[in-house]
Antibody, heavy 115, light 108 residues
């Protein structure tokens, strides 16, 4: 069974850094794209970017380029999404998804940024 | 960047009726690389369709997808109570792999 298990909810202050994770199992992690999708409160889905763990080929949406960093460690089947300086507007649920379209989805990680 | 526009924003129908949801792209979607998702409150989205018309595993045959180029349609025949949700389209033919803004299917 394919599973994407994400790290737990986070509460942070503006300006703080954060790294959330997504661990894949039940499929070949290295050779399957992993993407990240943002959903702000009460809003729609936004595609942020994607990584191919085997060679770390990474593509970003222009809206998120320079705002976040996507990475992966294939030896532990885990992808990451990180911020160096959070803003209140980063408050959202973040989903990891398998493949260039979401064959499988993680359960989501709620990130709350508030002073 | 390809912009996807979904219509209508909200669709009010009764169980047993037929639903037709539209997704229009600002430019042609490569090889009909278009997916549809269903999202219920408090849940992650679920893949319904890929390649515009191929149902994902476990999706009932009352869901069907069609279209090519810039115009795509998701049709749900004989609506069941569990079908009332928000539906999104996504193109994955050209990075960034953008989503539409969603159509809310609500019970009339």
């Amino acid at each position: 069974e394919v599973q994407l298990v994400q790290s737990g909810a986070e509460v942070k202050k503006p300006g703080e850094s954060l790294k959330i994770s997504c661990k894949g199992s039940g499929y070949s992690f290295s050779t399957s794209w992993i993407g990240w999708v943002r959903q702000m409160p009460g809003k729609g889905l936004e595609w942020m970017g994607i990584i191919f763990p085997s060679d770390s080929d990474t593509r970003y949406s222009p809206s998120f380029q320079g705002q976040v960093t996507i990475s992966a460690v294939k030896s532990i089947n885990t992808a990451y999404l990180q911020w160096s300086s959070l803003k209140a507007s980063d408050t959202a649920i973040y989903y990891c998804v398998r493949h260039v379209y979401g064959i499988d989805w993680g359960q989501g990680t709620l990130v709350t940024v508030s002073s | 960047e390809i912009v996807l526009t979904q219509s209508p924003g909200t669709l009010s129908l009764s169980p047993g009726e037929r639903a037709t949801l539209s997704c229009r792209a600002s430019q042609s979607v490569t090889s009909s690389y278009l997916a549809w998702y269903q999202q219920k409150p408090g849940q992650a989205p679920r893949l319904l369709m890929s390649g515009a018309s191929s149902r994902a595993t476990g999706i009932p045959d009352r869901f069907s997808g069609s279209g090519s180029g810039t115009d795509f349609t998701l049709t749900i025949t004989r609506l069941e109570p569990e079908d009332f949700a928000v539906y999104y389209c996504q193109q994955y033919g050209s990075s960034p792999y953008t989503f539409g803004q969603g159509t809310k299917l609500e019970i009339k």
